[in-house]
């Protein structure tokens, strides 16, 4: 059992993965603002971080850089509907764990990557 936090402005895709991970044993939260996950981030210590890049407020970049600011050491999984390769190269750079991109497959895209998150924390 992780905790896990899942940041995405479209409610209905929150829904979806919050279900699909509270199934798998997983304690789940999200937020749909940037802002309203900076504060999770700084209150709350998570095992995997999931966020998606482009929101209103606040981008999946930045939060990638504040929870480092905070010493979070969770993975950071960025996913995105719009993929660009400098967004990409960025998400490396800044320490993402993992980026995804939206497509029909991204609740098993995403489940296979908090399992390999979640193993890699589990390693000495």
């Known amino acids: 059992m992780a905790r896990l936090l899942i940041i995405d402005d479209e409610e209905s895709l929150c829904q979806i993965l919050e279900n699909t991970f509270r199934e798998k044993g997983h304690i789940v939260e999200t937020v749909t603002?940037?802002?309203a996950a900076k504060t999770k981030?700084?209150?709350?210590g998570y095992d995997v971080i999931i966020s998606d890049i482009r929101m209103a407020d606040v981008t999946g970049l930045d939060l990638l850089e504040h929870a480092?600011?905070?010493k979070s050491r969770a993975p950071f999984i960025l996913?995105?509907?719009v993929p660009t390769m400098?967004?990409?190269i960025q998400a490396v750079?800044?320490?993402?764990y993992r980026y995804v991109i939206k497509t029909d497959s991204l609740v098993e895209d995403?489940?296979?990557m908090v399992e390999g998150a979640l193993k890699?924390?589990?390693e000495p």
Do not use: E, F, W
């Open 68 to 70: 480092h600011a905070t």
């Open 93 to 96: 750079n800044l320490g993402a």
């Open 110 to 112: 995403l489940c296979s």
């Open 86 to 88: 400098s967004t990409a």
């Open 41 to 44: 981030i700084d209150s709350a």
């Open 120 to 122: 890699k924390l589990a």
């Open 33 to 35: 603002s940037g802002q």
């Open 79 to 81: 996913m995105t509907a």
